[in-house]
C-alpha cells in the first residue's frame, strides 16, 4: 500500500481513472469474451428446447460424442506417459542437447493445426511415404481413428510436459535423493516420492490436454475425410451441419462443447486456487 | 577414473531420455521430415510460381497482417486486462480471471461459428456495426476479430506473473520523485514488462498466424479478399496438390519461424536494455 | 571400520570442489567438516552419501570399495540441510518410509515397522506428532523428523548436512547438544558439515576445517584453536591478531619486539604471526617491554572485556581480550597510553617472491619465555 499520503483533490482523478480502466477492461472481455460464449447457449436453443434435444440425440451426434471421448480416452494417457517422461529426463538430468530436446517439446504449439494434419497426411495418406504399405495391408490411418489420434496426439504433445518441467525444475531432486539414500528403488522413488509431489501439476496438465484433444479443429479437419458416423468429432461434427444451414443443430452440439469448456474453466480456477504452489506457471503459453 | 562421468545419481536417465526422443521422433520429426520432403518435390521453380500467385500471396498477407494487427491490439488489451486483475479489487475480478482463459478452452469450431453469428448483420453485434454501415461477418475486419479471440489469453497470462511479482518500490520512488502516473508507467513499469510483453505478443501472433477453425466461418473464405493461407493449405490437399500444400505449409512454418527469431532478438534486446536503464 | 577416504578429487566446471583430499574417519567417532561455503564440505559429504562421485580417489572401509555401491546400498543416513521430508507422508509414514521400500525378503512386519517408528518418535520426542504432516511442524521438530527418519533404517553412518542452518539460534543450540546425546547413546559414526564453528568446536570429536577445497587442518578442537596449522585456519578459527614480521638479525621481529631466533634458515625474510586476542598481556606502568599502545575502544561483555587497541609502532589495530577482573585490577579506560605483549604466537615463514604464506607451510609456535606451556589435547 502506498504510505504517500495525497492532498485530497488528487485522489478523484485516480478513482475516476481507475473505475476507468476496470470499465474498459471489463468491456472488452465481455465484448469479445462473453458474447460469443453467450450466443452458443442463445443460438442453440433459439428453436426451443424439443429441437435442442433432438438435435443433440442424433445418432449422428451420439457417434460424434463417442468418437470424441475415444480419442480422448487415447490421447490423454499417451501424452501423460510421454509428458511425465520428458519432464522427468529434462528436470532431473544434464545433457547435450538438452535445449534442443526443449525445443522440440514446445515445437507442436508453434505449428499451425492444419499443417498438423497436413504432415500425416503426407506420412500415411494414400500418396504418402507409407502409403503404399498400409494399403497394401489394409491398414487406414488416415480417414480413420488412427489418424484422428495421431493429429490430436501431435497437437497437444507439449501439454502435460509444459506444466511438469518447470514444477520440477523448481522442487529440485533433494526428496529423490532422500528417497534413494533411504533405499528406494527407481519404480518405489517414482511412485511413493515424484508423483505424489507433482499429482496437481499432473492433473492439471491432464486437464488443458483433455479440453484440446476434445477440442481439436483444424489438424482432425484435415485427417478425418468428415465421413459422418465414423470419422467425424464432435467438432466437425459443428462444422457440418453449419455447412449443411442446420444452425440450430450446429450450435446444439456446440453448447455441449462450450459447457466442457466452461467445466474445463472451472476445475481449472479450481486447482490453480487450492494447489497453486503445486503448479508451476499456468499461461498457456508462458515459460 | 571417470567416476564423475560414469555415474548418474538418479535413475532413469536412459529411460526417459530415450522414450521422449523416441516419441518425439516418430510424432514429430517424422512427420515433419515428411513435409520438408514432399514440400522439396515442388522445386524451386514451383515453390516461385507458389509464392507469386496473387491468391496465395493474398492469403499470407492476410493471415500474418491480420495476426499481427490482431496481436498488436491484445498487446493493448491484454496489458489493460493484466493490470486491472492484477492491481485492482473488484467484484467480480476472480471471474473474469478465469474467463480470461476461455479462448483456451473452447474449441476453435464453437468459436468460429459463435463469432459468425454474432457478427452476422443480423447478429447482436453485426447489426450495431450494420447501423454504421460496417460489415464485419465475411471482411477482413471479421477475420481479424476472430485472432484477436484466440490470442488474448496469452498476452494477459504471460504478463500477469510479472506484475504480480513486480517491485512496487520502484514505482513509489519515482513518485516521490515528482513523476507523473503516465511518466512513470512509461519509464519505470514499461521497461521492466517489455519482455514479457513481447512474449505474450508472440504466443499470440503464433496462435493467429495458425488459426483455422475459429476464423473460417467468419471469413467467408472468399479468394484474394478474406482466404487465410491454412485454408489455401487444405483446399491444395482436397485437389490432391500434395507437393503445393506441403510447399506452402513450410512456407508458412518458415516464415513464423523468421518472425519468432526476430521477436526472440527484440526481446533479448529489450531485457538488456530494461536492466541497463537508469 | 574405519573409512579411509584417499585423493579425492572433483571438479565443477569452474572451480575444483575437491582438491586431492585425504581423511580416515575411526568409528564411532563424531566428526564436523566446518569451512565457508564453496570449501568443499557438502561435497565430501555428498560423496560419502553417494550423490556425487568424484573425479579420482577412493573411499575404502574394511576393503570394500564404497564408491561402487550406489546411494541405495551404502547404509547410510543423511540428513539434508531442508529436511526434504515428504510432504504427502504424515510424520510416522516418513519415518517408516526407509523400512517399507526395503525388498520384501529384508522388510520387517507391519507390526515391526510401527513398533520402531514409534521408538524413534519417542527417542526424539515426537511421539504425538506421528500423524501430523510435515507442514504443520516446526521447523526444529522437522529436523527431528529429519534425523528419526535417518536413524530408521539403521545406517552405518551418520551425515548431517548443516542440519541447523534453518532454525533459530536458541532451538539450534539446544538441537545440537541433544544431537551430540543421541550420538553418544547409539554410537554411530557421525559426519556432519557447518560454516559455524562455534558448533563445530563445541560438538566434535575432530574438527576437518576445509578450504576451496582442501584440508586445511585436522585435530581436535583444542588443537584447532590452539594449534592451527595454517594461516587460513588462524584466521577462520576465532579471532586472531595479523602482525607482519621481518627478519631482523638472527630472530624475526616486529615493532621493536622480537620474537626470538627463528627456526629456519636465513633465507626466510619475513614471517607473519597470529595472536589471539586472549593471548596480549597490559602494562599499564609502560615499563614492562611491549608495544606502545593507545587504547581506542572498550566493549564489555559479560565476564570479558575486548579491548581495541591502537598500536603505531606496528601500523595496525589490536585486539585484546581480557578478564572482567583484570579490566578492573589494571583500571582501564579509553584513551589510556599502554604497553601490549604477545604471549604466545603462531608464526607462518612467508615466501619472499610470492608474498604469501611458503608452501612448504613452515610453521612455528612461538611462545614467551616465563610463561606457562599450555597443555594440549
Known amino acids: 500500500m502506498n504510505a504517500m499520503v495525497l492532498p485530497r483533490t488528487s485522489i478523484w482523478p485516480r478513482r475516476l481513472q481507475r473505475a476507468l480502466l476496470i470499465l474498459v477492461a471489463v468491456a472488452f472481455m465481455l465484448v469479445f469474451l462473453l458474447l460469443p460464449l453467450a450466443v452458443v447457449f442463445t443460438e442453440a436453443l433459439a428453436k426451443g428446447v424439443q429441437t435442442f434435444m433432438a438435435a443433440i440425440t442424433l445418432p449422428e451426434a451420439w457417434s460424434s460424442i ?52 497436413l504432415i500425416y497426411v503426407l506420412l500415411f495418406g494414400a500418396q504418402g511415404w507409407f502409403g503404399p504399405w498400409l494399403d497394401a495391408h489394409g491398414i487406414r490411418i488416415i480417414f480413420a481413428v488412427p489418424g484422428l489420434v495421431l493429429a490430436s496426439i501431435f497437437v497437444t504433445l507439449p501439454f502435460v510436459a509444459r506444466e511438469l518441467i518447470p514444477l520440477m525444475q ?8 532422500a528417497a534413494r539414500v533411504l533405499g528406494a528403488s527407481g519404480w518405489q522413488m517414482f511412485f511413493r516420492v515424484t508423483l505424489p509431489n507433482i499429482r496437481w501439476a499432473l492433473l492439471y496438465g491432464v486437464l488443458l490436454c483433455n479440453a484440446r484433444a476434445m477440442g481439436e479443429f483444424g489438424a482432425v479437419s484435415v485427417v478425418s475425410g468428415h465421413i459422418r458416423g465414423l470419422t467425424t468429432t464432435m467438432p466437425l461434427e459443428v462444422e457440418m451441419r453449419y455447412n449443411e444451414y442446420d444452425y440450430a443443430g450446429a450450435f446444439a452440439v456446440a453448447s455441449l462443447l462450450a459447457l466442457l469448456a466452461l467445466l474445463t474453466l472451472a476445475i481449472k480456477s479450481l486447482l490453480e486456487w487450492r494447489y497453486g504452489e503445486d503448479l508451476a506457471a499456468h499461461a498457456p503459453g508462458g515459460r | 577414473m571417470a567416476l564423475a562421468k560414469r555415474h548418474r545419481v538418479l535413475p532413469g536417465f536412459g529411460l526417459s531420455v530415450g522414450y521422449t526422443l523416441a516419441f518425439l521422433g516418430l510424432i514429430v520429426l517424422l512427420p515433419l521430415a515428411a513435409l520438408a520432403w514432399k514440400a522439396s518435390g515442388i522445386g524451386v521453380a514451383g515453390l516461385l510460381h507458389l509464392l507469386a500467385a496473387p491468391r496465395t500471396q493474398a492469403a499470407l498477407k492476410l ?76 471482411t477482413q475486419l471479421g477475420v481479424g476479430i476472430a485472432m484477436v479471440f484466440v490470442g488474448f489469453p496469452f498476452v494477459v497470462r504471460t504478463l500477469q506473473p510479472v506484475l504480480e511479482s513486480m517491485d512496487r518500490d520502484m514505482e513509489e520512488a519515482a513518485e516521490s520523485l515528482g513523476a507523473r502516473r503516465s511518466q512513470t508507467f512509461t519509464r519505470v513499469i514499461l521497461p521492466v514488462l517489455a519482455p514479457a510483453l513481447l512474449t505474450g505478443f508472440a504466443l499470440a501472433l503464433a496462435r493467429a498466424v495458425g488459426e483455422y477453425g475459429s476464423v473460417i466461418f467468419i471469413a467467408g473464405n472468399l479468394p484474394m479478399r478474406t482466404e ?9 490437399l ?25 521477436l526472440s532478438l527484440l526481446q533479448r534486446w529489450s531485457r538488456r536494455w530494461a536492466e541497463s536503464s537508469p | 571400520m574405519t573409512l579411509e577416504l584417499s585423493h579425492l578429487t572433483r571438479r565443477f566446471t569452474d572451480y575444483p570442489a575437491l582438491d586431492d583430499v585425504s581423511l580416515d574417519i575411526p568409528p564411532g567417532e563424531f566428526l564436523a567438516l566446518l569451512g565457508p561455503s564453496g570449501s568443499g564440505k557438502t561435497t565430501l559429504l555428498r560423496i560419502l552419501a553417494g550423490l556425487d562421485y568424484p573425479e579420482s580417489g577412493s573411499v575404502h572401509q574394511a576393503g570394500r570399495d564404497l564408491l561402487a555401491l550406489d546411494a541405495r546400498r551404502r547404509k547410510v543416513g543423511l540428513v539434508f540441510q531442508h529436511y526434504a521430508l515428504f510432504r504427502h507422508l504424515t510424520v510416522a509414514d516418513n519415518v517408516a518410509f526407509g523400512l517399507r ?76 547438544r541433544w544431537l551430540r546425546e543421541l550420538h553418544d547413546e547409539f554410537g554411530l559414526t557421525t559426519v556432519f558439515v557447518t560454516h559455524d564453528q562455534e558448533e563445530a568446536l563445541e560438538l566434535a570429536d575432530r574438527v576437518v576445517v576445509m578450504n576451496r577445497g582442501r584440508i586445511e587442518q585436522v585435530g581436535t578442537p583444542d588443537a584447532i584453536y590452539q594449534d592451527p596449522a595454517t594461516p587460513f585456519v588462524c584466521e577462520f578459527i576465532g579471532k586472531a591478531n595479523r602482525i607482519d614480521l621481518a627478519r631482523v638479525g638472527r630472530g624475526m621481529a616486529a615493532g621493536g619486539w622480537s620474537f626470538g631466533e627463528a627456526p629456519w634458515g636465513a633465507g626466510v625474510e619475513r614471517a607473519l604471526a597470529y595472536v589471539r586476542p586472549e593471548q596480549l598481556a597490559l602494562d599499564t606502568s609502560m615499563t614492562e617491554p611491549g608495544w606502545p599502545a593507545q587504547l581506542r575502544h572498550v566493549y564489555r561483555a559479560g565476564s570479558v572485556a575486548h579491548l581495541e587497541l591502537d598500536a603505531p609502532v606496528l601500523g595496525q589495530r589490536l585486539q585484546v581480550q581480557i578478564t572482567r577482573e583484570d579490566f578492573t585490577r589494571l583500571g582501564l579506560c579509553a584513551g589510556m597510553n599502554l604497553h601490549a605483549r604477545p604471549k604466545r604466537a603462531v608464526v607462518f615463514a612467508v615466501d619472499g617472491a610470492t608474498d604469501s604464506p611458503s608452501a612448504a607451510g613452515e610453521r612455528w609456535t612461538w611462545i614467551a619465555d616465563g610463561d606457562p606451556v599450555p597443555a594440549l589435547v
Open chain 1, 66 to 117: 463417442r468418437l470424441t471421448l475415444l480419442v480422448a480416452a487415447m490421447v490423454v494417457p499417451l501424452n501423460v506417459v510421454f509428458g511425465v517422461a520428458a519432464a522427468w529426463a529434462m528436470a532431473r538430468f544434464e545433457f547435450r542437447g538438452k535445449a534442443l530436446l526443449g525445443a522440440l517439446i514446445d515445437l507442436p504449439f508453434a505449428v499451425s493445426p492444419v499443417i498438423a494434419g
Open chain 2, 63 to 138: 493471415s500474418f497482417g491480420g495476426a499481427f494487427a490482431a496481436s498488436l491490439i491484445n498487446a493493448v488489451f491484454g496489458l489493460l486486462v493484466a493490470w486491472v486483475l492484477v492491481r485492482y479489487r473488484f467484484p467480480g475480478r476472480r471471474l473474469l480471471d478465469a474467463l480470461v482463459d476461455l479462448p483456451f478452452a473452447l474449441p476453435t469450431a464453437v468459436a468460429g461459428i459463435a463469432l459468425t453469428a454474432l457478427y452476422a448483420p443480423n447478429g447482436w453485434l453485426g447489426h450495431a456495426f450494420d447501423a454504421f454501415g460496417v460489415r464485419v461477418a465475411y
Open chain 3, 101 to 176: 521400500v526395503r525388498p520384501w525378503r529384508r522388510r520387517p512386519k507391519r507390526a515391526e515397522i510401527a513398533a520402531r517408528v514409534e521408538r524413534l518418535l519417542q527417542r526424539v520426542q515426537l511421539q504425538d506428532m506421528a500423524k501430523r504432516y510435515p507442514a504443520q511442524l516446526s521447523g526444529g521438530q522437522r529436523q527431528r523428523v529429519a534425523l528419526a527418519r535417518a536413524l530408521a533404517v539403521e545406517p552405518d553412518l551418520l551425515l548431517l548436512d548443516e542440519p541447523f542452518g534453518a532454525l533459530d539460534a536458541q532451538v539450534r543450540v539446544s538441537l545440537r
Open chain 1, 170 to 177: 523448481a522442487q529440485g531432486s533433494e526428496d529423490e535423493e
Open chain 2, 228 to 236: 487465410i493461407a491454412p485454408l489455401l493449405i487444405v483446399q491444395k
Open chain 2, 238 to 262: 482436397e485437389q490432391f496438390d500434395y507437393a503445393g500444400a506441403a510447399a506452402l505449409g513450410v512456407v508458412m512454418l518458415g516464415f513464423s519461424f523468421v518472425m519468432l527469431a526476430a
